[in-house]
C-alpha cells in the first residue's frame, strides 16, 4: 500500500490596487507566512512470517517534509 499527501496553509494580508483610467492595470503586495508539506508512506506486510526458506524483498519507506517560513511577495495585475 502506497500514500501520498500534499498540505499548505498561507497566513496573511494581500493588498491590491488598481486604476480605472488604466484600464484595470495595478499591483498587489503580499505579506504573510506558508507552511507547505508532504507526506509519503510505503509498506508491505506479508500474510504469513513463518515462511523462512523465501527470499522475498518487503520494502518500508515513510517521509514527511516541511517547508515553512515567512515571505513576501510582488505582483503586477493586468
Not at 492595470?25 to 500474510?47: E, M
Request: glycine content about 10%; cysteine-free; hydrophobic content about 30%.
Amino acid at each position: 500500500m502506497t500514500l501520498a499527501a500534499d498540505y499548505a496553509m498561507d497566513f496573511g494580508y494581500i493588498w491590491q490596487q488598481k486604476s480605472k483610467t488604466l484600464k484595470g492595470l495595478g499591483y498587489s503586495t503580499q505579506i504573510g507566512y506558508k507552511l507547505r508539506g508532504t507526506y509519503y508512506g510505503s509498506g508491505s506486510s506479508s500474510d504469513s512470517e513463518s515462511d523462512s526458506d523465501s527470499n522475498d524483498l518487503t520494502l518500508e519507506f515513510s517521509r514527511n517534509d516541511m517547508w515553512h517560513g515567512p515571505y513576501v511577495s510582488f505582483n503586477i495585475i493586468f
